[in-house]
């Protein structure tokens, strides 16, 4: 879904890195893999199609974390509790 997105923290020797991997159009979405090693995120098509493709090697990644889109906020009660 369009503003998915994946952050992926490395470590870099020294130092860390940030990258991030998004949904960037209607219909697209961001599919995480783990195997043998390689951790890859790519954005995908509705049919599949691999658009982007971020790879990394399992062993250097700190932490990955999945965004999902914001979804329309949900309608508060206005009346006071109790």
Partial sequence: MKGDRVEIVIDAGDTTRTYELAATRAGRRVDVSIGRGVVVVA?????GTPVRTARFMSARVLALVEHPASQAPIAQDAGEPG
Avoid: A, D, I
């Avoid at 954005?43 to 049919?47: F, G």
């Fill in 43 to 47: 954005e995908v098509t509705r049919s």
